[in-house]
């Protein structure tokens, strides 16, 4: 068979580096792949995207979340089962698709443990994304012992995986630079940071009642005793529950967000997204970026839950986004071929004969994020001193998560006795604005202005965002009442001198400046774009939108700009009638939308539908077992297994809890699980003091 191997060789935001190439073996075949790189994404790369074959039914395995969370990637990689997306390839790594169960080793190969000595720090972080980093830069300044810990190969959390423009404001939250760059800066700072400690590839395993947090770095385990932990650990996504939800190509939006991103794999040529959230609303635009097709993004509610301003971007840019939509099934042999739509009604449920289906070869799952924050809770009842910032604390922005980490670094400093003084009040009003829901959408006043030049406005939501009241070189522009959240206008038109700063730092891509000084008949329109550069090159015939995505007309590019203080924003200039000058707000890119296919006649039955990925429990299963009286998730475990798998209920428990409530139990009524100290799966070599290296794993 031949493999196409898929990288993103090109890309309009990321400077895509050379890389050195190693050789490595999947099931005795020959494959290539970059030195470093999560074993998932060197198979991806090779076009291999199942993994191994599930034990009980034999269904494909392939990845789902991609941050260690689920065990969907398991596979045998030198002889040892490991997670796919949290082991880097090396030189003449043999890696094997897991079929069946992997074999324990024989009693007389198990080798004499070691004492594992114990490390006191004053301070534990476990998580380097935004929350951890910033926490972590409060402490370092004040000179505190600190420890870092993250389970990733670089620091920054989910910020790596960003290439668009933060909100916020440019003094607190870097507003108008973009993710990855806010992580190098943040990473920087934390470097000159002395009493700072930094661990990668270290995972936090469990928090035990002695006050030991248990760590494997570069498979060795370490315990450690904090006196104050704090938990960043950050959010995993939600799974939906549909018939095809586990083969390959059905992904959380954060794992193909690293694919693309962050190791540059061409994961895909079609997807659907599912979930208007910000989180797939991103999702499909850095999907653009890798060059990869977006037939549609579809979200439940009559509205999509996140900004409007990341939903007109891929309205301009040819995407469709229906409302009132849900996935009904996902179908193909190993791997997804084919995804089925349908409308829903005002009591949620599927309307008959709206059932429409797409081509493609992945599904984005993005509806909604949950906090780990496991960690934090076990501590707390054990007695630790524990603090928690970030998504662990509340699902929010980065943003924000910054703004919580720098909090709770402060109040960990004062519990260790330092006079620091109070958090400063705005700190929490920042952070609670940070972390605000977008505001209703409102119209805006039309500029009947047709002369000078001046900047038109296509954001008409309050969001907390104001960097282009931080650019204007004439201090022109402002927001209402002065307010971060307040929406922004020009409060004197004659200011304008059309240096055009307003648009290249704009995060949602909401600003085009009109300029009707050469022509007052075809005044130029100047438009950011980020997507394929070669089609907006000079002489280019270019397809332009309105805000909503209505299609205004065909115009020749005239000139490209890119200022160097806002790099990888192309400033677009095109000249349009002045009836539409104004109106004009993006380029589609799209040839043509994709028309979905054959008509369902039958739904598939929802309780076909996989719940427990790890021991593949049905959701009728779960039903069957309500319906009987259960209202324990022990007991639940111990008749279906669900829950028992190696992810220790981390994708099915939400949907479990959903299916008690759509069966009309009073949630009050249910048992949980009992939570044990370890939280993530380590051979039991590792707690005899086995290190890397030993002959015997």
Known sequence: MVIQVSRVTEHPVIEVEEFEEVKFTFNGRKLKGRKGEMVSSALIANDIHVFGHHYKDGSPQGIFCANGQCAQCLVMADGVPVKSCMTPLSEGSEVKSVEGLPELPAADTVPEGRPIPTMDVEVLIIGGGPAGLSAAIELGKLGIDTLLIDDKDRLGGKLVLQT??????????????????????????????????????????????????????????RKIRPKRLLVATGAREKMLSFPGNTLPGVYGAGAFQTLVNRDLIRSSEKVLIVGGGNVGLIAGYHALQAGIDVVALIEALPHVGGYKVHADKL???????????????????????????????????????????????????????????????????????????????????ASAAMFTGKIEGMKIAASLGLEVGEVPREWDEKAAILKSKPGPIRKRQEITREMGVFPVFHCDQEVPCNPCTSVCPVGALRTEQDSITGLPYMSDLDKCIGCLSCVGICPGLAITVVDFRKDKQMPTVTLPYEVHREIVEKGRIVTVTDSDGAIMGKYPVERVIENPKYPRTLLVQIRVEKAGAKKVAGIWIKEKQQEPGEIYEKEMLPDDAIVCRCERVTAGEIRTA????????????????????????????PMIFRIFREEGVDLGVVTDRVDRPLFVEVPLGYFAGIEEGDDHE
């Open 315 to 397: 309205m301009r840019l040819g995407v469709p986004i229906l409302t009132r939509h849900t996935i009904v099934s996902a179908e193909g042999k190993d791997r997804v071929e084919r995804a089925t739509i349908a409308k829903l009604d005002e009591n949620w449920k599927v309307v008959p004969g709206t059932h429409r289906t797409y081509e493609v070869d992945t599904v984005l799952i993005a509806v909604g994020l949950d906090e780990v924050n496991e960690f934090h809770k076990k501590a707390t009842e054990f007695g630790v001193r524990s603090f928690v910032a970030g998504d662990a604390q509340e699902i929010a922005e």
């Open 164 to 221: 668009h423009k933060f909100f916020g404001s440019v003094e607190d939250s870097y507003a108008g630079t973009r993710g990855f760059e806010i992580g190098r800066i943040l990473e920087k700072d934390l470097g000159t940071l002395e009493s700072v400690k930094v661990w990668l590839n270290s995972t936090a395993v469990g928090v035990f009642s002695d006050g030991i947090v248990g760590v494997v770095k570069d498979r060795t385990y």
């Open 626 to 653: 309500i319906q009987n009286g259960v209202r324990d998730l022990n007991h639940l475990k111990a008749v279906t297994r669900a829950g028992m798998g190696a992810c220790g209920s981390k994708t099915c428990r």
